[in-house]
């Protein structure tokens, strides 16, 4: 009887360890796609930049180029939001446009107006 309560004790205690490093690993995948959508919109942003320059210094539009980077750019930063409901701990969350820490309640960030929900 001691024994089948011990061995109960033990599975418990590795259940939870099992759960809590299922939840770690979920959360470094968040973080790395998180990295890898933030490098892709930092690439539009500069593509833009360049796309808006070149038309200016050379007196062509670009429009078609530079209305598929905003496009690339609004879909990039939905994504981003996306990914970061689906990292909320503990009640709050990251805005992905300026960083800052809001309620998990909040529906814009105080901080810079994005919508976070």
Known sequence: ML?????????????????KTAGAIENSRGY???????????????????????????????????????????ELRRQMLDNERGMQRGGTMT?????KLNSSED???PACGTQLR
């Not at 805005?95 to 960083?99: D, I, L």
């Open 107 to 109: 529906a814009f960030c």
């Open 32 to 74: 790395v796609e998180r990295a890898k959508l933030r490098a892709a919109l930092n690439d539009a942003y500069r593509r833009l930049g360049k796309a808006e320059y070149e038309a200016a210094v050379n007196g062509v539009s670009s429009m078609d180029e530079i209305n598929a980077l905003m496009q690339k750019i609004s």
């Open 95 to 99: 805005c992905p446009t300026c960083g």
């Open 3 to 19: 024994l089948d309560e011990t061995m109960g004790g033990i599975r418990s205690v590795f259940d939870s360890a099992a759960q």
